[in-house]
């Protein structure tokens, strides 16, 4: 599961959060912060291993943020 911890920062007013692959291709959204990513694709089928990356963008009382960008490595277990 891959998930954003609100240790960093104050709960914001809402929040997107897309999950791309290499290409750039849309792999996961979700309008849920909060919401865990659990390497599966928007249809429900798992994704390959590899590295994905995140876009979250969101906006605190009222004003946007920068967005927050970066990548996560997906490994399988007992596939």
Not at 20 to 35: F, H
Not at 38 to 59: A, C, E, H, K, M
Request: aromatic share 14%; charged share 20%; with cysteine.
């Amino acid at each position: 599961m891959f998930s954003i911890s609100n240790e960093c920062f104050e709960q914001p007013d809402n929040a997107q959060l897309w999950i791309l692959d290499r290409k750039g291709e849309l792999m996961y959204q979700t309008g849920e912060m909060y919401d865990p990513w659990d390497g599966r694709n928007q249809q429900g089928n798992r994704l390959p291993d590899g590295v994905y990356y995140y876009i979250l963008r969101f906006t605190l009382n009222g004003e946007t943020q920068q967005p927050i960008k970066g990548y996560v490595m997906l490994l399988s277990q007992g596939r």
